[in-house]
């Protein structure tokens, strides 16, 4: 088994880090712009887990660049981690278009998160790869556009596997004080609209913002779960690692059946419980939830992040909060983003907030 780690940021340092201790892992490549940074990185990497760890210079927006590397690696799992405007960046800025990003809400940075993930799907596909490709940038939200053109990956990092994360632990908690057997089966349904609440550990007062869990095989509802324990924040690396490492760990030869929930499987929108064996992803709803039903919900999240639509050629519609929140300031970037245009529009915005 070899892994290709595409980003060689701080959450892909960490990633490596936790993949490469993994037995039969035979290699991790590392590959990004690390501005000459990058053979220690993985040489740190390499002493750390005791697995070999290469790094490749790479520009993640070169297609031709990317095939060759697959062709290369013949990895048999990807990790798509990079991204060309982290969100943290803009929500410390504070003059007007920082705040007007902020308040337009993660749906406005799409346009630099989906270059990356669209030019290494289309790689794939040129190249015929057939394994597990995985995604770290906004998954709830980059998935369902590209599988409108047949590109979706096929699970996505972070995000619901970190509340999923913080619900087993509360079930282990609760198990320990009293005595009994910790619940194994847990599913977790969630979209990205709903994570600051559990990271901040503070239930919404509205039901329609708040994820659904679901305990043992015939799903009793637990929601509150979700919200107790310490406040870890949204945005911490650590979480977003271990959560990604969990996940890539269930796609290893021999790994045993995995149950866990996860962002934007098999090109949907929002979070699902997900069954992985063999290498295979499948849906694992709780008893007496549809995937319509699923779907749905998940959609409701989406509107609330200010998404309204995604046209069959994958363009993405923004809603009235995304539209509200950018007039004045940078209307353009609430105009519909097509795909192929979200690379150009990404320069457009990154020129804006150097200016």
Not at 16 to 34: K, M, R, T, Y
Not at 89 to 94: F, K, P, Q, T
Not at 155 to 169: E, I, P, Q, S
Request: aromatic share 4%; charged share 20%.
């Amino acid at each position: 088994m070899r892994i290709l780690l595409i980003g060689a940021g701080d959450i892909g340092c960490r990633i490596a880090n936790g993949v490469g201790a993994f037995p039969g892992v035979d290699e991790v490549v590392l590959a990004g712009l690390s501005q000459g940074t990058g053979p220690s990185l993985a040489g740190n990497i390499a002493l750390n887990t005791g697995t070999p760890v290469r790094f490749v210079p790479l520009d993640g927006t070169d297609q031709a660049a990317i095939e060759k590397l697959l062709r290369e690696v013949r990895p048999g799992l990807i990790a798509q981690c990079g991204t060309l405007l982290p969100p943290g960046l803009v929500r410390a800025r504070a003059d007007d278009l920082g705040r007007a990003l902020a308040a337009a809400g993660p749906a406005a940075l799409l346009t630099c998160q989906i270059p990356l993930l669209l030019t290494l799907m289309r790689a794939v596909r040129a190249v015929g790869y057939e394994g597990p490709v995985t995604n770290l940038t906004l998954p709830d939200s980059t998935h369902a556009p590209l599988a409108k053109l047949g590109l979706a990956p096929t699970v996505g990092l972070g995000n619901v596997t970190m509340a999923w994360l913080r619900v087993r632990a509360e079930v282990r908690r609760l198990a320990l004080a009293s005595g009994r057997e910790a619940e194994t089966t847990i599913r977790l349904l969630a979209h990205q609209h709903h994570l600051r609440a559990v990271g901040d550990a503070r239930k919404p007062e509205r039901e329609e913002d708040t994820c659904q869990v679901y305990l043992g095989e015939q799903g009793q509802r637990a929601d509150d779960l979700a919200y107790t324990g310490i406040a870890v924040g949204r945005g911490a690396n650590e979480l977003s690692a271990a959560a990604s490492v969990r996940l890539l760990q269930a796609f290893l030869p021999e790994a045993p059946e995995t149950r866990i929930s996860a962002s934007g499987p098999l090109g949907l929108t929002g979070g699902y419980p997900i069954r992985i064996h063999d290498g295979h992803l499948d849906l694992d709803l709780p008893p007496g939830l549809s995937q319509d039903e699923a779907a749905a919900f998940n959609r409701r999240g989406s509107e609330r992040q200010g998404i309204a639509n995604i046209e069959n050629d994958g363009t993405i519609v923004f809603g009235e909060k995304v539209v509200r929140a950018l007039a004045g300031i940078a209307p353009r970037f609430a105009e519909p983003l097509r795909l192929d245009d979200a690379l150009s529009r990404c320069n457009e915005l990154k020129a804006m907030l150097m200016a």
